[in-house]
């Protein structure tokens, strides 16, 4: 679906992003993460020739990045949600619905329905809020049912009910796609929400401009954390059987104070020792709790803001 053979691009503030061999086969669901800043946004747009860049070699279904534009046949397989999205600025939302339904086949008015366009159709797209454009963005993004979606940071304004209706839409494409034999439904989004990650099983981890890891979700939660969590609230010094342990990962003590003692909160990564670590501190004098559980997608967020990251 998407390969990038190389791409390079730079700005004027000493920012670079450079990326080779990038393959995104047909039917991935695939996050980008990384921190504020780190290129998520840029490898999105650059990768679907929505950004010019210094160099920007690969194709999009085929046809070459740089002639995809070009392309009507490819661009109508095609849906984005992207920041900065120009309507003119005295566009009606029915404007914009009107303009999805001239440039596609197929309008699907369950997505119409599940963002609720129909009380926003008579407002101008500007003179909505944030939460409400981003929904029209979604509908303009989905409903056509692209074979390729590209979507960045889309729960983003959102409130947790169109946040659910968003995830049920593009469970709903996959699910869709292979019980009705279509081509691959193929998923890209930029986000620093657990809940969109969730939904993905690839990951590509950008931080300063490159991609430190991609691949499956699974591994790299594995690879970077392990397996479980083990939280300890204790006070006193660090029991003997923890500073024993060489964990996979762990957070710097978190220290409150409280009832005139200081009272630390450590948290560890790691494989089935720690289950089994945790349950002999049940019962340890300086322990006031003890939980250990599976890593999760909000690991990797908690992981990714760790200033010792």
């Known amino acids: 679906m998407i390969k990038l053979d190389t791409l390079h691009y730079k700005t004027r503030y000493d920012f670079s992003l450079k990326v080779k061999d990038l393959h995104i086969p047909a039917g991935d669901s695939t ?3 990384g921190r504020n800043g780190c290129g998520k946004t840029t490898l999105l747009e650059c990768m679907l020739g929505l950004r010019e860049a210094e160099e920007c070699k690969g194709e999009v279904n085929g046809v070459p990045i740089a002639k995809l534009k070009e392309n009507k046949a490819v661009l109508g397989k095609l849906g ?36 609720d366009i129909d009380k ?6 500007f003179h909505c809020s944030v939460g409400e454009r981003r929904r029209v963005d979604l509908f303009f993004a989905l409903a ?12 983003a304004g959102l409130d947790s009910l169109y946040r659910q209706r968003l995830q049920e839409q593009l469970s709903r ?14 998923c890209l989004m930029t986000t620093h929400s657990y809940q969109e990650l969730e939904q993905c099983e690839k990951l590509i981890l950008i931080d300063q401009g490159t991609i430190q890891f991609f691949g499956d979700k699974q591994q790299f939660m594995q690879d970077t954390l392990g397996e479980f969590r083990l939280d300890l609230r204790f006070s006193g010094d660090l029991p003997e059987e923890i500073a024993a342990m060489t964990p996979t990962f762990c957070y710097p003590d978190r220290a409150s104070k409280g009832k ?28 006031q709790q003890t939980s250990v559980a599976n890593v999760t997608e909000k690991d990797v967020f908690d992981w990714m803001a760790n200033p010792t990251q």
């Open 144 to 155: 056509h049912h692209p074979q390729l979606v590209a979507l960045d940071e889309p729960g």
């Open 173 to 186: 494409r996959q699910i869709d796609h292979e019980s009705e034999q279509l081509p691959p439904f193929t």
């Open 31 to 33: 996050a980008i993460i």
């Open 260 to 287: 005139g003692q200081t009272l630390h909160h450590h948290v560890y990564f790691g494989d089935e020792q720690l289950k089994a670590l945790a349950s002999k501190l049940l019962y340890h004098p300086d322990i």
């Open 120 to 125: 926003l159709i008579d407002r101008k797209y």
């Open 80 to 115: 984005f949600q992207i920041q900065g999205v120009e309507f003119p600025f005295s566009s009606k939302v029915k404007d914009i619905c009107f303009l999805h339904r001239s440039l596609y086949s197929h309008s699907d008015q369950s997505i119409y329905d599940a963002f």
